[in-house]
Every structure is written in C-alpha cells, then in structure tokens.
C-alpha cells in the first residue's frame, strides 16, 4: 500500500520496482487529493482511492476515513512517498510499526514539509534522503535508512530535489524489500532491520 499527494515519481518507480521476485506487491495507492500519483496506479492497474480532507468535516473525520479506506486493503506494510498529510491517531493505532516514509532530507535536520528548501535556504553542503518508520511525530520517527546527497553552488529547488529523489526511487525500494522479507526491530527510537 503506497500512500502519495503529488507527481507520483517514486510510486512509479515503486512499481516500476514490484515486479518478478520483489517481495512486495502494490495493493493499492492512497491519495488525499487529485494528483498525478493516483494516475500512474489507473495506468499500472493498481485500485486507487482519494480521502481529501476538504470531504471531512473535521482531521479526526479524515483519520478515521483514510484509516477505513486504507483496512479495506488489508496492507502489511505502507509506504509514504511523497504523501503530504499527517497521518493521525487513529491511522497510527492502526498501522504503527508498519508505515514507512521516505524523507527528502538528512533527518533530523529539515523535518516537515519544505526540507529542500529550507536545506538550501539554509545554505548546507551535504542534504540527502532518510527513509524511516512513521511515528505520532513530524519526520520523528526511528531512521531505516540514509544517504548523503552533495548541494551544488549551481542547485536551485527543482535540481537539488530531482537529484535527492533519484536516491530516494532506489534506497526506498531497497528498504521496503528488506523490511518486507527480513522485518524490522525497533525500540520506538531507533529501528534495525535484521541481516
Ligand atoms: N504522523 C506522521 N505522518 C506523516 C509523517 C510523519 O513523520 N508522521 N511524514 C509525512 C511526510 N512528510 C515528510 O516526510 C510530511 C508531509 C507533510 C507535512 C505537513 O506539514 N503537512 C501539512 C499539510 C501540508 C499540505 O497539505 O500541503 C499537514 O498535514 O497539516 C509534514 C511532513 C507523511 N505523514
Ligand atoms: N515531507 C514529505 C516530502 O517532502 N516528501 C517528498 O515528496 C517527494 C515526492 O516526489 P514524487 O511526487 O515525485 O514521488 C519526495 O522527494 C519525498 O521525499
């Protein structure tokens, strides 16, 4: 179960990913509102739904909406990839321990929702990309993994990020294979993925 808000390149590159001896399947994709991530699953067959939180009347209703629409598919694992919503306690109830995020930064540095940015804003040489369990907090949750990415004098937004999701379509695919076939150990702060 793949959850995203935007242009869905890491979900194509996910089931791009899912094919022949993968040890995941794409049981669906999640979106919370009209993206072209929802377009790439109707292209590859995946089921899609859409729980926008503009439909509800209130977080707590849209938590409990996602958290129903996303049981139905009955999911061991789900990703985020590029989902910009906050999943909420009652999602969390759900699926905790079993949600993977992957993060356009070198957490804990840039959490949130503008982590290239504020990375260049901020003027680092080094950003990168975390993927890690989902927690009740923002990008908090115990690190699977990371990989350094270098900022360029030339970068600007679009280059810097482009540069960081080509890492993340790998190292995401990479994690979600490990973590489905070997599991994870985590002690709410940090996670291990068994050899
Ligand atoms: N409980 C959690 N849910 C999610 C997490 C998380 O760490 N804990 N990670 C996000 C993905 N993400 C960063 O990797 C992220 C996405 C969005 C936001 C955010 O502030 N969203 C705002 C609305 C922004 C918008 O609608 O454009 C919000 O939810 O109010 C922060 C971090 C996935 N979910
Ligand atoms: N804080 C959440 C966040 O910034 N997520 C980021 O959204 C992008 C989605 O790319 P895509 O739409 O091309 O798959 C990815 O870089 C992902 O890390």
């Known amino acids: 179960m793949v959850l995203a808000s935007g242009t869905g390149s890491l979900l194509q590159s996910l089931i791009a990913a899912a094919v022949d001896d993968y040890p995941a399947r794409i049981v669906a994709v999640g979106v919370d509102r ?10 590859a067959g995946i089921p899609a739904f859409r729980v926008g939180l503009r439909d509800h009347a209130d977080r707590a209703a849209w938590d409990r909406a996602l958290t129903k629409a996303t049981d139905a598919y009955q999911p061991d694992l789900i990703v985020s990839a590029g989902f910009m919503k906050i999943l909420g306690p009652e999602f969390l109830d759900r699926f ?22 504020d990375a260049l804003a901020y003027g680092v040489k080094v950003t990168g990309s975390t993927v890690h369990l989902v927690d009740a907090g923002v990008d908090t949750g115990p690190i699977l993994a990371q990989e350094p990415v270098p900022v360029l004098e030339s970068d600007d937004e679009a280059s810097l990020h482009e540069r960081i999701k080509t890492v993340e379509r790998r190292l995401l695919a990479e994690v979600l294979a490990a973590v489905a076939t070997r599991g994870v150990i985590s002690d709410g702060r940090k996670a291990v993925i068994p050899k």
């Open 34 to 43: 009209d993206c072209a991530a929802a377009g790439h699953a109707e292209t």
């Open 96 to 117: 905790g321990g079993r949600i993977i995020n992957t993060h356009p930064a070198l957490l804990p540095s840039f959490p949130g929702a503008h982590a290239v940015p």
